[in-house]
T-cell receptor
């Protein structure tokens, strides 16, 4: 079983749409959670950390549900520039565990 | 701000050749990591170094060796390259801890093709 599972997509949405991604993780002892963004042929970059109380950064909202072991990312008012692959990341031991990513295509 | 620097950015090897991928970070991070990324597989951990002087196997260590040369540098060596090692390799670093409390920062990646 993978440590982190994500729907690979792609999610094809029009500009201005709201889109939500979920991921599930298997290790109930995981303590740190992140969403990364990866553009085509580039390195992953941190989008936002995910806190137990939920957190928001502009158009992006991240939520953590420890009981159900899932993490969500909500993007409001999608922009063309949001087109990318979004990686869900959890920690365990000394390691980071990455989901395979969800691809988002925002269309004009 | 250099962050994490990897060299080379591109490499083509013949089967059986060896090479070393270099990685250096200037953020005074304790932990460093080597990942490979293949289509549909996501990022898979090859080796990591939780702190200077230690290295540990990750999910896919076979065919690779690593050296944590000092706190800044962590190299990945392919002793006898195989076509199955064709991939994009990323080095990353973090402040560390068990578990890591802060995010990982990535280098720009090395695109390796083994023919």
């Amino acid at each position: 079983r993978k440590e982190v599972e994500q729907d690979p997509g792609p999610f094809n949405v029009p500009e201005g749409a709201t889109v939500a991604f979920n991921c599930t993780y298997s290790n109930s002892a995981s303590q740190s959670f992140f969403w990364y963004r990866q553009d085509c042929r580039k390195e992953p970059k941190l989008l936002m950390s995910v806190y137990s109380s939920g957190n928001e950064d502009g158009r992006f909202t991240a939520q953590l549900n420890r009981a159900s072991q899932y993490i969500s990312l909500l993007i409001r008012d999608s922009k063309l520039s949001d087109s990318a692959t979004y990686l869900c990341v959890v920690t365990g031991g000394f390691e980071f565990y990455f989901g395979s990513g969800t691809k988002l295509n925002v269309k004009p | 701000n250099a962050g994490v620097t990897q060299t080379p950015k591109f490499q083509v090897l013949k089967t059986g050749q060896s090479m070393t991928l270099q990685c250096a970070q200037d953020m005074n991070h304790n932990s460093m990591y080597w990942y490979r990324q293949d289509p549909g597989m996501g990022l898979r951990l090859i080796y990591y170094s939780a702190s200077e002087g230690t290295t540990d196997k990750g999910e896919v260590p076979n065919g690779y060796n690593v050296s944590r040369l000092n706190k800044r540098e962590f190299s990945l060596r392919l002793e006898s390259a195989a076509p199955s090692q064709t991939s994009v390799y990323f080095c990353a670093s973090s402040e560390g801890g068990n578990p890591p409390g802060t995010e990982a920062f990535f280098g720009q990646g090395t695109r390796l093709t083994v023919v």
